[in-house]
């Protein structure tokens, strides 16, 4: 059987970049942007999503870095429409990469997504004049138990590719994240 998925191993335990495999020709081009079966041959993962959530921003919007303290939520994420520069943050304090971050640059052009386990902050810019963010969750939303971490806080030294002179477009919650030594962590 052909492969169709190609996972890319990231600084953070557990989270992958996926490359599914697109057909093109002349006419366009044809993507699985999930398939139970594929995803599972290729990652050793039986995830049940719950939840889509789509969403639409404009350029310089950083939204994040989310997480819930009760459930918990696996992500599987990707732009259909731009590009953001997408962002994991380890908070699980038994693992190997605790307190590292990765970043990876999602677009509808590369057709990349990336897999995120429950327990990580995450967090994008975007990059492009709009984009169009979806992603699947393994649980419900739960307000109640959402934490923002500070997406600036120099513990973490996430490297934003913001321009110089450049600020992010935030609403009120995530302008005011916690910072890592504040933050909950699993």
């Given at each position: 059987m052909t492969q169709k998925l190609t996972i890319l191993p990231t600084a953070i335990h557990d989270v992958f970049i996926i490359e599914p495999k697109v057909f093109g020709d002349e006419r366009g081009w044809f993507t699985e942007?999930?398939?139970?079966?594929?995803?599972?041959?290729a990652t050793g993962l039986d995830v049940e999503f719950v939840q889509d959530n789509h969403s639409f921003s404009r350029q310089w919007t950083l939204r994040g870095l989310h997480y819930q303290l009760e459930k918990t939520q696996g992500k599987l994420v990707r732009v259909v429409v731009g590009s953001v520069f997408d962002v994991v943050v380890d908070i699980r304090k038994n693992s190997p990469s605790y307190g590292k971050s990765a970043g990876v640059e999602l677009s509808a052009e590369n057709h990349k997504q990336m897999w995120?386990?429950?327990?990580?902050?995450h967090g994008f810019l975007v990059l492009s004049e709009t984009a169009e963010f979806l992603y699947k969750t393994t649980d419900y939303y739960h307000p109640q138990s959402e934490v923002c971490l500070a997406w600036n806080d120099p513990a973490v030294g996430i490297k934003w590719p913001l321009p110089p002179g450049i600020e992010p477009n935030m609403n009120a919650k995530d302008s005011v994240g916690l910072s890592w030594d504040d933050a909950p962590k699993f």
């Open positions: 942007s999930f398939n139970a079966k594929d995803f599972r041959e995120i386990p429950a327990q990580l902050a």
